[in-house]
């Protein structure tokens, strides 16, 4: 039973079992910091935490629907010809699960569970660090250049993030680039978990709470800074600080649009270093954050592609649809 079990893990696709791995982890980090250190876990953690266990089981329940191929008969009984209606519709949800699943994952955290296993913030020595850099913060030298207009370009562009990986992600996929689109994923998945993990061990809120008491200027701008700030802060975790993936995602997306588009690369360039200003001069993240983020995505980039070229079920996949451009018409695991 083991033996097969490995196996049928082994013929999987990669990203599936990352996700399917990353979701358990969760829950039994939850369930044991809840047995360990005793605190209380409110009805959204659970809902967080259980939700991408949830996508998964779902994605997993109507993929076994579609696994047998429909009777050879032409008259198909109502079930069937109901479930060959949606199943180009699962076939959207099994290739876009990972976006969905790292985003439950990310919420997750929301529920302020790394200071609950350590209510110490890493706030001070990330400040020591830009402090050692540039000898001051970042965000404090930056008050004189504030302006309400310079304000509302940042939030814009610091808000325009969310739409970075679904556009390029998308991008791929109406193309009809499966190995393009598996890489964003893939890279999607990997960067993020690393992020992930980093969070829980560098837990900080950013300069913008460190340094409240030393900020004599305030970021107001003339029309979309109070609504964008608001949202961030409606969605946003309060201890994601270090790395910054709001940098380290679109710089990861600029590597992959390199490999098919080079013409894009340049100007991918020039807006991972609006989003990296934006950060700092919107007191979100310390320089050393952006800093770790450039590093982060070159290694979430290189380990992807050697995590896809080692696993098993990559050369299966790659047997049963020679033509890696295409996306697979039929759902795998």
């Given at each position: 039973m083991i033996g097969k079990f490995i196996n049928f893990v082994l013929r999987c696709r990669l990203e599936n079992v990352m996700a399917f791995g990353a979701s358990v982890a969760l829950v039994i980090f939850f369930g044991g910091a809840q047995f360990f250190r005793s605190f209380h876990l409110g009805f959204h953690d659970y809902i967080f935490i259980l939700l991408p266990v949830g996508i998964l089981g779902v994605k997993y329940l109507l993929q076994l629907l579609f696994s047998r191929e429909a009777d050879a008969s032409e008259n198909l009984d109502p079930t069937r010809q109901l479930l060959s209606f949606v199943q180009p519709l699962v076939k959207i949800v099994h290739d876009w699960f990972p976006f969905l699943l790292l985003s439950a994952c990310y919420y997750s955290l929301y529920g302020n569970l790394v200071l609950r296993l350590d209510p110490h913030t890493?706030?001070?020595?990330?400040?020591?660090?830009?402090?050692?850099?540039?000898?001051?913060?970042?965000?404090?030298?930056?008050?004189?250049?504030?302006?309400?207009?310079t304000t509302d370009f940042f939030s814009l562009i610091y808000f325009s993030y969310v739409l970075s990986l679904p556009l390029v992600a998308l991008g791929f996929y109406l193309a009809r680039n499966e190995s393009a689109f598996r890489r964003v994923m893939m890279g999607y998945l990997t960067l993020s978990l690393m992020g992930f993990t980093t969070y829980l061990i560098?837990?900080?809120?950013?300069?913008?709470?460190?340094?409240?008491?030393?900020?004599?200027?305030?970021?107001?701008?003339?029309?979309?800074?109070?609504?964008?700030?608001?949202?961030?802060?409606?969605?946003?975790?309060?201890?994601?600080?270090?790395?910054?993936?709001?940098?380290?995602?679109?710089?990861?997306?600029?590597?992959?649009?390199?490999?098919?588009?080079?013409?894009?690369?340049?100007?991918?360039?020039?807006?991972?270093?609006?989003?990296?200003?934006?950060?700092?001069?919107?007191?979100?993240?310390?320089?050393?954050?952006?800093?770790?983020?450039?590093?982060?995505?070159?290694?979430?980039?290189?380990?992807?592609?050697?995590?896809?070229?080692?696993?098993?079920?990559?050369?299966?996949?790659?047997?049963?649809?020679?033509?890696?451009?295409?996306?697979?018409?039929?759902?795998?695991c």
């Open positions: 890493a706030d001070a020595t990330l400040a020591k660090m830009d402090a050692f850099l540039i000898g001051s913060q970042p965000s404090l030298l930056l008050q004189p250049y504030i302006t309400p207009g560098v837990p900080a809120t950013g300069p913008e709470a460190q340094f409240a008491d030393q900020y004599t200027r305030d970021l107001m701008g003339r029309t979309f800074s109070h609504s964008v700030s608001y949202i961030i802060s409606m969605g946003r975790v309060g201890n994601d600080c270090f790395p910054s993936l709001h940098v380290g995602i679109p710089f990861l997306l600029s590597l992959y649009l390199r490999d098919y588009y080079k013409k894009l690369f340049l100007p991918c360039l020039v807006y991972v270093a609006l989003i990296a200003a934006a950060t700092i001069y919107l007191r979100y993240h310390y320089l050393v954050d952006v800093l770790a983020a450039f590093i982060y995505a070159p290694v979430a980039y290189w380990l992807n592609d050697f995590l896809l070229a080692k696993w098993p079920g990559e050369k299966i996949l790659a047997k049963s649809n020679p033509v890696k451009k295409k996306l697979s018409p039929e759902p795998s």
